[in-house]
């Protein structure tokens, strides 16, 4: 196979969350830990942080991943999803993995994949586990894909484990309370390795101090009274995300061999971008009018969301948006702005929640609002319609960001 047909096998051919949601998750590690076992065990090749949390653990991840190769590591980066790319999930300093890895990778494993049906994400995994020790690389920052005690990256045992916030999310799978989420996430706590804890609500908090202590794992909570440090991510909600990038790595240098300085950690944070290639984080697209990309999806995020727009100065607010099928609209939807104009549409994958259902929603808080056949469409109108002073926001989902970037 070249690299589109093995794409298309990759995407089609067996479940993948992004595009069939819950039927595509598994409820243990089993197929994971005998992929690992059969690839030879590579995750205990190389140092890895492992990152979980509802909100911020993308942010924080590329955060890290940009200080330690500000300070000369060669820096492994596993996240998910990818927005435009495949190969995004998968990075070392920054440059994505190469299509003919991607390519020699599942063709020389490919009668194992089929013959022990394994899922998207369990290849993924095994795929950045190969690559990054193949590669030599120093450290490895790893992203949950969903929950954590039951994730498939959940089979490594990191120098140290983080978790960011807590939120209703995928509750399909991670249950329907903050506390059931919570318990989930600290799945990833593991004996003896410490963990940062970001999440502000002591309800919460508590559940992670308490598997800690189980573990044995020394419990670091991070102070949001403290200062954050500057980053080039714009969004006032980043400096939380800071302030555990920054609380992770005072532990890392602590638990560990790795050398980090103050000056490494500032100019790593004032590089995110330009060292990993983040992308659709409050990321402004144009001027006149300003158009910004937020991958906001759950009713914690786009809360975020609306409180930075709080701080910015524009006339009229308009406001491109999709979802995708199992989140919780009406909840969403009673916190965003009456006032703005809406430009809906159903976002280009099979999960996408379809237009006459979302749409059914915004008649029941009688927002403003136009229907449109792709999210293109809804964007090119907002920006025929908007004035040079307007503020045109794209947002719901990363997938509905993905179109238009």
Known sequence: MD?????????????????????????????????????????????TIHVAGTNGKGSTCHMLASVLQEAGYKVGLYTSPHLKDFRERIRINGVMVSEEYV?????KHKLYFESHQLSFFEMTVGMAFQ????????IAIIETGLGGRLDSTNIITPLVSVIT?????????????????????AGIIKKNVPVV??????SLRVRFRESAILNNATYHQVDHRSKALTTDLKGEYQKDNVRVACETLSVLRESSDFIISPNQIRSGLMKVVSNTSLRGRF??????????????????GIRTLIKQLQNEKYNNLHIVMGMVSDKEVDTVLSIMPKDASYYIA??????????????????KHKFNFR??????????????LAHSDDLIVVTGSVFVVAEII
Do not use: C
């Open 3 to 47: 690299y589109s047909q093995t794409l298309e096998w990759l995407f089609n051919q067996l479940p993948m969350y992004q595009r069939v949601g819950k039927l595509a998750y598994k409820a243990n590690l089993n197929n994971t830990i005998l992929l690992d076992n059969y690839l030879g065990n590579p995750h205990l090749s190389f140092s």
């Open 103 to 107: 390519v020699d990778f599942v063709n």
């Open 131 to 138: 690559y990054f020790k193949d590669s030599n690389v120093d």
């Open 165 to 185: 916030t807590i939120d209703k999310d995928h509750v399909a799978m991670l249950g329907n309370t903050l506390v059931k989420i919570a318990r989930e996430k």
């Open 197 to 202: 804890v970001g999440e502000r609500r002591s």
């Open 283 to 300: 990321e402004l697209l144009q001027e006149n009018p300003r158009v910004i990309a937020e991958t906001a999806h759950n009713q914690a």
């Open 346 to 363: 159903k976002p280009n994958v099979v999960r996408g929640m379809e237009l006459d259902v979302f749409s059914s929603f915004f008649k």
């Open 371 to 384: 229907k449109f056949d792709s999210i293109p469409e809804a964007l090119y109108e907002a920006k025929s």
